[in-house]
């Protein structure tokens, strides 16, 4: 089963293309989905595969997609206006803040405040609105949620999986 936490997303299918299957795409730069083992889609809430069986460029981050299993326009339809994943393992660490770590490879990092109290462990991470949510697991045993935003972090250490965020105050008690 393919979690969240494995993906990264590297692009989005807009429409078919002709009446074989195949798909236009967007790929983030530097992505060659011939490089790929597959992509996955959201379908319904689940993570799912597909393996390409041919892709070719139509510029410098467009490309027609073909996969395999998919060979008709209805079929390819069904596909088309859907985020694209990549296993994150296989792509490159193109962040924005350049350590080399994503936003969900922070599942499981211990979360301090900036002064360096204990917050709790991360343990999931809910983007799918523009506010970016920690669901943080307290030392008691509740979840607490927390927003997120890059000029928040104060600090990040991949080695000692943990993080700082500049907190507001009286946020983790909010719900006490």
């Keep these: 089963?393919?979690?969240?936490?494995?993906?990264?997303?590297?692009?989005?299918?807009?429409?078919?293309?002709?009446?074989?299957?195949?798909?236009?795409?967007?790929l983030d730069?530097?992505?060659d989905p011939r490089e790929l083992r597959c992509i996955v889609l959201d379908i319904d809430?689940?993570?799912?595969?597909f393996f390409i069986g041919a892709a070719r460029e139509r510029g410098t981050e467009s490309w027609l997609i073909k996969i395999d299993g998919i060979d008709?326009?209805?079929?390819?339809?069904?596909?088309?206006?859907?985020?694209?994943?990549?296993?994150?393992?296989?792509?490159a660490d193109d962040d924005d803040n350049g350590d080399g770590v994503h936003l969900y490879d922070l599942i499981g990092y211990e979360l301090t405040d900036a002064e360096g109290?204990?917050?709790?462990?991360?343990?999931d991470?809910?983007?799918?609105?523009?506010?970016?949510?920690?669901t943080v697991e307290t030392a008691d045993g509740?979840?607490?949620f927390i927003p997120f935003a890059d000029e928040l972090l104060t600090a990040l250490d991949p080695e000692t999986r943990t993080a700082a965020l500049d907190?507001?105050?009286g946020l983790i008690n909010l719900n006490d």
């Design 29 to 31: 730069e530097g992505i």
């Design 167 to 169: 907190l507001p105050d």
């Design 45 to 49: 809430g689940i993570y799912v595969p």
């Design 142 to 144: 509740r979840d607490i």
């Design 117 to 123: 109290t204990p917050v709790g462990r991360i343990a």
């Design 1 to 26: 089963m393919i979690r969240r936490s494995d993906i990264t997303p590297i692009g989005d299918i807009h429409k078919p293309h002709g009446i074989r299957g195949e798909l236009s795409a967007t």
């Design 72 to 91: 008709d326009e209805k079929a390819a339809m069904r596909l088309a206006r859907h985020e694209i994943f990549a296993m994150a393992d296989e792509v």
């Design 125 to 134: 991470i809910d983007d799918s609105t523009a506010n970016v949510l920690l």
